[in-house]
């Protein structure tokens, strides 16, 4: 296919960050705030389905704004310009955060009965589940007044440590040796990215070391950031009546504490199958002792009898777009449009943020996907999971935009369900029992990730979050905290972890979602047991998957999985049967390894 592995951002704003479009836009969105916001003060319940449709008109634009700046922050890690046009948007999102909230009390002035009847108009119910959400939430608001200075005051607070965590990670870079000795400097992005692609041990910890003591020179900064960011946020949720901090994110998650403690339950129950791969894994990476480091987690194995093959980006394309085809013809069609169309950002290069994500368009209706593309079949299912977030996110874009906004859990399931698909292909693909291998243990990095990493950051945060509420922690005590958190998450299963996890780790310091963690996990299960059902589902699978996608912002995520797949989240059998799937992998994995150990 010839397919370019940078992204095409021409056709929004003009492509460029100081644009006449991008400050047209700017513009214009801050003038449609102001009129909603003039509206509003003498509104009455007639006036409201057209108010609805101009506050989502709003937070569409303003999405695509913020969309398109994130995107060229991802590419452009180091310009400095990036900052000025967020303090553009912080206040954007002020204003419309003013207006939602004047929304809310509207809403929650009706009576039950004027409600009721608002709900019942053509143009409303289709956004009924968020008016309630709405309603519901106006509850927990202080006065006008007090509310505008707490998000402003939030501006210098919460979203400027979070923003800061940019400027710490976008100046930082470290040299390390090979096995020959031989030198190389790289950025905190392209570090990250080998980690996980390094097949040789001791080049390897050499860059692990090198990592570790790069994010160990900034702890500091780090500390600093960590520990004003969640004060920030926990005197938001002490002003606004939440009893505890897990209230707010189980909130936006629309999930119940009894399902998160549901899931980690069966998580913790089934440790130990996890325990047993990194052991064999361990032995047939040769490593010196009988465990596992952090930095080996992802690394891949070198099998005798099996030479890697460096996957190229057209490679990974026609593997991606033919096996979405098979459980979907729609899902192909998508995947097959980013990659002509030049929706993906994958060329690996200096000054690009670390990781990857997907980032909707509302307003172009259209998606982009920012990845590090190495040439791994972890880089194949990567740009897989990303394009399961398009995927999701283009059935939705005919809903009203309240409708679009679904939850990260929701999100992360999509997303998994669709690299679940290329790992599997991956897996069925492999003509020998070393190639085999090698991809099934691929395909446990995910497992691990979610059954250990993501736990190990989920008791972290708890226990940071717990002790924070007094007092401010300090980085020697944050590395003690993070190794702790990683010791009871891998079932001490590793010889050496990460301390500075804690300081590296982007989702720690993301302002928008708080417990940056658990929704992953869900997303990981559930993406299981809705690949079991599409096994089950045949021919029909494609129009049930698109009915559950798009209900993903309509009802709570118990509601969702029983109306769709007719499965309760609050009892354990519908997680084990997740981990079920897991383990059946495994007890493949531990078998073939017998011929390689």
């Known amino acids: ?17 100081d644009s006449p479009e991008l400050k047209s836009a700017l513009k214009k969105t801050d003038e449609l705030i102001e009129l909603v916001k003039s509206t509003l003060e003498n509104a009455h319940p007639g006036d409201f389905p057209s108010i609805a449709t101009k506050i989502q008109n709003a937070e569409a634009e303003l999405g695509e704004i913020s969309s398109f700046i994130g995107m060229w922050q991802a590419v452009h890690y180091s310009d400095q310009r990036v900052s000025v046009y967020y303090g553009k ?84 870079s470290t040299e390390y040796a090979d096995e020959n000795g031989i030198k190389y400097q790289v950025s905190a992005g392209q570090a990250l990215n080998l980690l996980d692609s390094i097949a040789n041990p001791v080049a390897r910890k050499n860059l692990m070391q090198s990592y570790e003591k790069m994010w160990g020179s900034a702890e500091n900064l780090s500390g600093d950031t960590l520990n004003h960011l969640a004060g920030a946020r926990l005197t938001d949720y002490e002003a606004h009546h939440y009893d505890n901090f897990l209230e707010y994110p189980l909130e936006l998650n629309r999930m119940s504490r009894q399902t998160l403690d549901t899931m980690w339950s069966v998580v913790a129950k089934n440790k130990k199958m996890l325990v ?207 190794i702790g958190a990683q010791k009871v998450a891998f079932n001490g299963a590793m010889e050496e972890y990460h301390p500075h996890f804690w300081t590296s780790k982007l989702h720690f310091y993301i302002d928008e979602v708080p417990f940056y963690n658990f929704p992953y996990t869900f997303g990981y299960l559930f993406s299981l047991g809705i690949y079991a059902f599409a096994q089950r589902s045949g021919a029909d699978f494609e129009d049930q998957y698109i009915a559950l996608l798009r209900d993903s912002a309509n009802m709570p995520v118990e509601e969702l999985a029983k109306k769709h797949l007719n499965v309760y989240l609050t009892k354990e059998d519908f997680w084990q049967s997740g981990a079920d799937l897991v383990k059946k992998d495994i007890d493949e994995y531990l078998e073939l390894a017998k011929d390689f150990i």
């Open 276 to 482: 047993e791969f990194l052991n064999c894994k361990a032995k047939l990476l040769k490593l010196p002792t009988e465990h596992i480091s952090w930095q080996d987690q992802s690394a891949p194995l070198n099998l005798k009898g099996y030479e890697s093959h460096e996957m190229s980006f057209d490679e990974a394309a026609e593997l991606i777009i033919k096996n979405f085809t098979k459980f979907s013809p729609k899902m192909g069609k998508v995947a097959q449009f980013a990659f002509e169309h030049q929706w993906i950002e994958a060329e690996n290069r200096a000054d690009k943020s670390p990781g990857g994500f997907e980032t909707s368009l509302p307003i172009s209706k259209e998606a982009r996907i920012f990845l590090t593309f190495t040439g791994s079949v972890n880089d194949a299912a990567t740009i897989g999971h990303e394009l399961g977030h398009a995927f999701h996110t283009m059935q939705l874009y005919d809903l009203p935009y309240w409708r679009q906004n679904y939850a990260m859990n929701i999100a992360e399931t999509a997303s998994t369900f669709a690299e679940t698909i290329i790992n599997n292909a991956n897996v069925e693909a492999a003509t020998s029992k070393a190639e085999k291998l090698t991809l099934l243990d691929a395909k446990m990095v995910n497992a691990v990730a979610m059954f250990m990493n993501i736990h190990a950051r989920y008791i972290f945060e708890t226990n940071f979050y717990t002790k924070r509420q007094k007092q401010i922690i300090t980085p020697r005590e944050l590395n003690e905290m993070m």
């Open 1 to 17: 296919m010839n397919l370019k592995e940078t992204w095409d951002l021409s056709t929004l704003f003009g492509g460029d960050l």
């Open 89 to 172: 948007i912080q206040n954007l999102v002020l204003k419309i955060t003013q207006v939602e909230q004047s929304w809310g009390r509207k809403l929650a002035e009706l009576s039950e009965t004027e409600f009721d009847e608002l709900l019942s108009k053509p143009e409303m119910a289709p956004i009924a589940f968020t008016l309630k959400e709405q309603r519901d939430k106006s509850v927990r608001l202080l006065d006008p007044s007090t509310e505008y200075l707490l998000q402003k005051l939030q501006q210098d607070a919460l979203d400027a440590w979070s923003s800061h965590y940019e400027t710490i990670a976008s100046g930082l």
